[in-house]
């Protein structure tokens, strides 16, 4: 066994140790030197200031911990930015359906040769007229970050456009003047992000420095410590390198615009400077590179959305999945099969204007709408916050009443009749003509004229009331009748229509969803004459004895009261200047009436009916207006009275005044019984309420008016029955060897002199095999209809009807003859272009995607290119992969009438359609079969409307409307589109605009129908209008229409 000193070191045991600890802490500082040298440092996990605190985080919405601005020096080299996880765009245009996790993020690592004159300037992306404040709009941008409006360069970071609606996406090389730690801050209206990379690599950049996430954040030019994110951690930075950086910025339409990024060393008492040209430079040069050249473009973590998945319910219901979206993947029953199994009937409908003289862009007003079933959630619901125009009622209706004339309030034990009627009568205006216009509104202000009552008004009036007794008189005296004013102290009388109304109010109509106003009796009763007014400034209404005013509506309001029957004069005008009117609403502070005391012989728990003393001539000559009740305004209203001579005195008194003495007069009659309080809410008032279908009040007339909402709905008891007639004569023919499994869309043309065309496609099982899908027209033909002698065209005669097999002589479905729509048939997508290079990109990157996706091959793209100057167009065409493709050159200015009409003129095959398509659009999965479903030869022309995205809005969170005026998407058959004679390329040779209705004009007159339907996830981009075909800018830089 050899010898160990084992004696020796349990002696010098200390001293090994401490070897072993000098050892270890220089190995640690050997790796800390090498990794600093590589722009890394050890993480130290928690950071302690001088005086041993602790230094808290700042923690961003996401969790993200970014880095403080106090941070010390001791920790300065061993701090780095954790991974922050950025905004990201829609997830719908990041993942596909069916995919369950994000794609890799496509980052650039390899740098592009670099330059010494590359020094002094550094590259500048600009993306227009893209809405929002917050660097998460930015990266939502369609073409963010490799096609951007704009590319140029700038000279220092700090730039300041002097515009509006815009992103900016700077990007170069930052050289550090000196070894040592550098702080960074950026400053910016509205928000930015500085990303900095440890080394010359896009792929490093980290987020070290933002003003603001949301975009109502913002500075001032140079204020750099508005925000603790505004200042990054301290960063080891050497002069002998180069560091990529990315600055993002995004401003909205206010404020004053700019974005800067100040550095300093980290030294006590040192300010921020902006960092000019001697520090930057160029990542590569762009000054010879075309728009759809985008391989150089770095793609860094600023730019990409990293892996978040989608999390948030869809705002639109039209995002949810539906069956119609995939339904053209399931196989179709040969329509071989079908032919036998309705009778053969000629199709003729009544509302096609073959022949008919048509004056200029009137075609409108000739094109019928579609119903479906089930819902397709196309109407825009999540947009009517804006804009209510589905329903009926008019937005200054909608806007003082709401919707209050769909409910009926519960009354409360021992409430009146007279309180229902009162509330019935306030929202009976079921008639557009019983609103005021803004004329007469103006008419009312000016002067104030009665209005006599019909003969049937003067059948059911009011009973007179009872006039006041005189504060002297005993409780038990009989008022006397209130005396009727001569006819010279009232204006001539006329009819108005603003007050058309209050004649038929006396009658007993019907509320909706409430029940019929019993007749009262006629005995006793004078016809009243009705006078209306608005209350004006200056001119209030003093309070006298019987209490401040009552609202208009009780028993709908806060606080209700019943409203007495009061005779109303009319108040002369006052001497002075008209001024503002004002208008109250439902929810105004209506104070109601103090109850009068009950004289004897009223019946107890009832207010006793006021009367009206009799007016004369001193009150007609009185300056004091009294404003009296008007459901048209819901203005202040008081009960009309004759002031005394120390009621004008108290009239001039200040409204403090006036209001303390009705609180006194409240106070002193204390809390009505059975009554709320003033400053009471009935919590536990409810309502009756019906349902309300407000589909079956819409037409199918062409709404231009209204762009939010979506395809009428077809009721499903009808949907049903044709289905189910159907089914029966199918499983009659074929055995019962089809079961149905579920509807997935029917769509009705509706002609009520002949009959109703029906589109079904219905999901079926075949015994013994798969499922199948089934889409075909059928017609419910009316009993004793018959199309004429001939066919449309005199080809084909009507086959004689068939003996009626239904007894009740109900319609009959059959089958319409040359109404049958083909599956196989070739698509020709027909597109002008010109300098629109990233949308050309993305049109061709959608339709491959849109070919990948369907598998369907009989489709072609066809360009007509007006000279671009921004990309090779020809040469994307070859790269995209697309089944077929076809490339036109054309000189001059650009022209949509002529590049359309030179791309159908290269369409060899007559039988193919041809669809008129825009540049920026996205196209819906089941777009091919759509538009081969709803063209037909000879018959049917397909135009469908598209949603037009508003400034800042993607397709997965649609915000805008349907382009309902909009024809320009239009699919035909050739041989249709040259019978028609094609576009008008004489009278549209300068211009676009109006050529679609043109051509809708000449389909129209050509016995076709136009099949009108709004498409799910059917957009038209939100896009820049400057620059567009080819206009350039005063700058020389590259500048591409949008």
Not at 152 to 172: D, E, H, M, Q
Not at 482 to 505: E, F, I, K, Q
Request: hydrophobic share 35%.
């Amino acid at each position: 066994m050899p010898w160990f000193p084992v004696k020796k070191i349990r002696k010098q045991i200390k001293l090994l140790l401490l070897l072993v600890l000098v050892t270890c802490a220089a190995w640690l500082t050997y790796v800390h030197l090498s990794l600093v040298r590589q722009g890394r440092a050890l993480r130290q996990r928690l950071g302690y200031g001088r005086d041993g605190e602790k230094l808290s985080g700042v923690t961003e919405g996401r969790g993200v911990r970014a880095a403080l601005s106090t941070q010390r020096a001791e920790d300065s080299s061993e701090s780095r930015e954790e991974e922050q996880v950025p905004e990201g765009r829609d997830p719908n245009m990041l993942f596909p359906v069916g995919v369950g996790k994000p794609p890799p993020l496509n980052l650039t690592h390899q740098v592009p040769p670099w330059w010494e004159e590359y020094k002094g300037q550094v590259n500048l992306h600009v993306f227009e007229d893209w809405c929002g404040g917050a660097v998460g709009h930015l990266r939502r941008n369609l073409h963010f970050p490799l096609f951007p409006h704009t590319r140029t360069t700038v000279k220092k970071l700090a730039v300041s456009p002097k515009w509006k609606n815009y992103g900016l996406r700077i990007f170069g090389f930052i050289h550090p003047a000196r070894d040592g730690d550098v702080q960074f801050s950026v400053a910016s209206d509205d928000n930015s992000e500085f990303w900095l990379s440890p080394n010359e690599s896009p792929a490093g950049a980290q987020l070290v420095a933002f003003v603001g996430k949301t975009g109502s954040e913002w500075t001032a030019p140079g204020e750099f410590t508005k925000f603790s994110s505004q200042v990054s951690k301290p960063k080891r930075l050497m002069a002998s390198r180069r560091y990529y950086f990315e600055l993002l910025h995004k401003q909205d339409d206010r404020g004053s615009d700019h974005v800067e990024v100040g550095w300093r060393a980290f030294l006590p008492g040192l300010k921020f400077e902006v960092i000019g040209s001697a520090h930057i430079s160029l990542y590569t040069d762009e000054s010879s590179l075309k728009m759809d050249h985008v391989a150089h473009v770095p793609q860094s973590p600023a730019s990409h959305v990293g892996g978040r998945l989608p999390q948030e319910e869809p705002r639109a219901d039209m995002l949810r999945p539906d069956p119609r979206d995939t339904f053209f993947l399931t196989p179709r029953v040969e329509p071989s099969s079908l032919e036998n199994v309705l009778e053969p009937c000629a199709y003729a409908p009544t509302y096609v204007v073959k022949d008919f003289p048509i004056a200029r862009y009137q075609g409108l007003q000739f094109v019928y709408l579609s119903f479906v079933y089930p819902n397709d959630h196309t109407r825009l619901t999540h947009m009517e916050t804006e804009n209510k125009c589905f329903y009926r009622e008019s937005p200054l209706y909608l806007e003082r009443f709401g919707f209050y004339k769909y409910m009926k309030m519960d009354r409360e034990e021992g409430e009146e009749d007279e309180e229902e009627e009162v509330q019935r009568r306030a929202f009976l205006f079921l008639n557009p003509d019983d609103f005021l216009d803004d004329e007469e509104e103006g008419e009312l202000l000016d002067s104030l004229e009665p209005t006599e009552a019909s003969p049937l008004q003067s059948r059911r009036h009011l009973p007179l009331p009872a006039a006041p007794t005189a504060p002297g008189a005993a409780p038990g005296a009989t008022p006397a009748p209130p005396v009727p004013p001569s006819p010279g102290d009232l204006p001539t009388t006329r009819r108005s229509r603003a007050l058309s109304w209050a004649a038929r109010a006396a009658r007993p109509l019907p509320l909706f969803l409430g029940r019929a106003l019993r007749p009262r009796a006629a005995a006793q009763q004078q016809p009243p004459k009705v006078y209306v007014t608005r209350v004006r400034p200056g001119l209030r209404a003093p309070l006298g004895p019987r209490g401040p005013p009552w609202p208009p509506f009780p028993g709908v309001f806060l606080r209700p009261r019943p409203l007495p029957r009061v005779q109303l004069r009319a108040p002369p005008r006052p001497p002075r200047s008209r001024g503002r009117r004002t208008g109250g609403s439902p929810g105004a502070e209506l104070r109601p009436p103090a109850r009068a005391q009950a004289t004897q012989g009223s019946l107890e728990g009832q207010p006793r009916l006021l009367g009206l003393p009799a007016p004369t001539a001193a009150a007609n000559l009185s300056s004091e207006a009294q404003p009296v009740t008007s459901f048209l305004s819901l203005s202040q209203v008081s009960r009309a009275q004759l002031p005394a001579a120390g009621d004008e005195e108290e009239a001039d008194d200040d409204d403090d005044g006036a209001r303390g003495e009705d609180e006194d007069s409240e106070e002193a009659a204390g809390a009505p019984r059975g009554r709320w309080r003033e400053d009471a809410i009935d919590w536990q008032r409810t309502f009756s309420v019906g349902a309300v279908d407000f589909e079956q009040l819409r037409s199918d007339w062409n709404d231009l008016r209204c762009n939010v909402s979506g395809n009428l709905q077809l009721p499903e008891a009808e949907a049903v029955d044709v289905v189910a007639q159907y089914m029966e004569r199918l499983n009659a023919r074929h055995g019962g060897r089809y079961a149905l499994l579920r509807i997935v869309n029917v769509e009705k043309r509706r002609d009520s002199a002949r009959g109703s065309r029906f589109l079904l496609e219905l999901e079926l099982q075949e015994r013994g095999g798969g499922r199948l899908r089934l889409s075909e027209y059928v017609f419910l033909r009316l009993p004793g209809a018959h199309a004429g002698g001939a066919d449309a065209d005199g080809e084909s005669p009507e086959p004689a009807p068939a003996a009626p097999t239904r007894p009740d002589g109900r319609p009959e479905l059959c089958r319409p003859l040359r109404l049958a729509w083909r599956q196989d048939v070739m698509v020709h997508f027909i597109v002008p272009v010109k300098n629109q290079a990233r949308w050309v990109a993305q049109f061709l990157a959608d339709m491959a995607a849109l070919h990948a996706r369907t598998g369907d091959s009989h489709f072609s793209i066809t360009l007509v290119d007006f000279e671009s100057e921004d990309m090779d167009v020809e040469q994307a065409l070859r790269s995209a992969r697309l089944p077929r493709y076809q490339y036109l050159r054309r000189t001059g200015n650009f022209e949509r009438s002529a590049g359309l009409q030179a791309g159908v003129d290269a369409v060899e095959d007559a039988s193919s359609i041809v669809f008129l398509c825009d540049l920026h659009i996205h196209f819906p999965p089941n777009i091919l079969d759509g538009i081969r479903k709803h063209c037909v030869e000879g018959k049917l022309a397909f135009a469908p409307v598209v949603m037009r995205l508003g400034c800042g809005s993607s397709p997965g969170d649609p915000h805008g409307y349907w382009e309902v005026n909009g024809f320009g998407l239009f699919g035909i058959y050739k041989s249709d589109f040259d019978r028609v004679g094609g576009m008008n390329t004489e009278e549209f040779r300068d211009q676009w605009g109006g050529e679609d209705w043109e051509l809708l004009d000449r389909v129209l007159q050509a016995g076709l129908e136009v099949e009108r339907l709004r498409v799910r996830n059917f957009y038209h981009h939100y896009h820049s209008k400057r620059g567009m075909w080819g206009a350039r800018g005063r700058k020389g830089s590259r500048t591409e229409g949008s």
